[in-house]
């Protein structure tokens, strides 16, 4: 594995991510915190352990410092988790999102309190909850999103105007992020561990094993990756695979993922009923274990991605590392990121039906030259190439800090309280 670039003495980074939990702003933390220490960098990680974590989904490089910050159940709500399910449903009786999202900030900023940022060169919030818990940061902005919550839409807000400098994994975010806010983020895409994918799908005896595993439990399938909810797109996927379904009988949906902080206990009930009248029947997997997952993934014959609003997508650029053709809702942030490599189906009242087209077209006429468009663009995204490129950012940061002291005096830079 190549080392990312680095210049100058090593820097003290935190980066804050709200979860443990496997979900995509958790996983690129953690990637992300690995490719700046492989680059000799200090970094810390911190997050917030839920439902009695003490550690994150997998094992982390001990070079990284992990500091998990315990989040208790609410104390009005005894013996009561306001933590979701495998499936993302959270258990009830539970504490309100709203309540929740703050405790939450509150929570991770009275630990971060205790060593000062001072600490730290930088301190880099990969999340709405993590960057309203520190006063000032560099921000990932994986995506934008509309609440309705007082509470969240505040938080949200806060999140964008405080950061003193943003960065975008896709430059269809930076746009909305200019066009909404006049920030000019810097856009530096997600990486890709492809190298664990592409392994999944290779010919060994341990990689053919594991996807016959999964073969075998679920049949010919089309697999969605990020749970049950509302940005998921789930109900079109439902529509769809009935379409599928009904010109590939033998075609089963699997769903893997689902750890969140929302409540989409009515989102899942309205999929639950429409499965149930259409005869789909997904195969609900939940969080699935992380060294399992390639093989579930390179095990598919099609990966959906229906949803309606994304930064980058890591979960279909993990489904083209492995080889499996990837169908996606025509977004300008998809075309972007996987041009040619993807199949795209148009978003509109028609989607449904499209979609199923474009997945009964992955399933049965497998396209050589789009898999292997799809492998090479998930190879050439590397999480060293993406810890260069904050290094980067970080002391040009720095540098702007200290010619700004130099001709002021002496104040704080911005990661001191």
């Not at 006063?135 to 994986?142: A, I, L, Y």
């Amino acid at each position: 594995m190549t080392r990312p670039a680095s210049t100058g003495p090593p820097l003290r980074v935190a980066l804050l991510s709200y979860s443990t939990r496997p979900r995509g702003g958790v996983v690129h933390t953690l990637e992300l915190a690995e490719a700046l220490a492989r680059a000799g960098q200090n970094i810390t990680v911190w997050a917030l352990g839920r439902g009695g974590d003490q550690g994150f989904f997998r094992p982390v490089d001990p070079a990284v410092t992990l500091r998990v910050v315990p989040f208790p159940n609410a104390p009005d709500v005894p013996n009561a988790s306001s933590e979701p399910d495998i499936s993302g449903e959270p258990d009830a009786p539970c504490e309100a999102v709203g309540p929740r999202i703050l405790r939450s900030i509150a929570v991770l900023r009275a630990a971060f309190d205790r060593p000062p940022a001072a600490a730290y060169d930088v301190v880099h919030a990969q999340d709405c909850i993590s960057a309203n818990a520190v006063d000032r940061c560099v921000r990932t902005v994986h995506h934008l999103d509309d609440f309705s919550t007082p509470e969240l839409a505040e938080c949200h807000e806060r999140a964008i105007v405080q950061p003193v400098a943003h960065v975008c994994v896709s430059a269809a975010v930076a746009a909305e992020l200019a066009a909404g806010w006049g920030i000019r983020a810097t856009v530096i895409p997600n990486g890709v561990r492809a190298d664990r994918f592409a392994a999944a799908a290779g010919d060994t005896p341990d990689a053919v094993a594991a996807r016959r595993s999964w073969q075998a439990r679920h049949g010919r399938y089309v697999l969605a990756v990020g749970g049950i909810e509302p940005r998921k797109g789930t109900l079109d996927l439902i529509e769809a695979m009935a379409a599928v379904r009904h010109r590939l009988p033998d075609v089963r949906l699997v769903i893997a993922g689902g750890e969140t902080l929302f409540d989409y206990r009515a989102y899942r009930a309205a999929v639950d009923a429409r499965a149930a009248e259409l005869g789909v029947r997904p195969e609900v997997l939940g969080p699935v274990d992380h060294d399992a997952l390639p093989a579930l993934v390179a095990g598919a014959a099609a990966f959906a991605f229906p949803s309606t609003k994304e930064g980058f997508g890591l979960a279909a650029m993990e489904a083209l590392a492995a080889g499996v053709p990837v169908v996606v809702r025509d977004l300008p942030v998809l075309r972007e990121v996987f041009g040619p490599a993807a199949r795209f189906f148009a978003a509109g009242p028609g989607g449904p039906a499209g979609l199923a087209e474009a997945l009964v077209r992955a399933v049965v006429g497998p396209d050589h030259a789009r898999r292997q468009a799809g492998r090479a663009l998930a190879a050439r995204h590397t999480w060293d190439a993406a810890a260069t490129a904050h290094l980067t950012l970080y002391r040009r940061l720095l540098a702007r800090a200290g010619r700004d002291l130099s001709r002021q005096g002496r104040q704080r830079l911005p990661w001191e309280r």
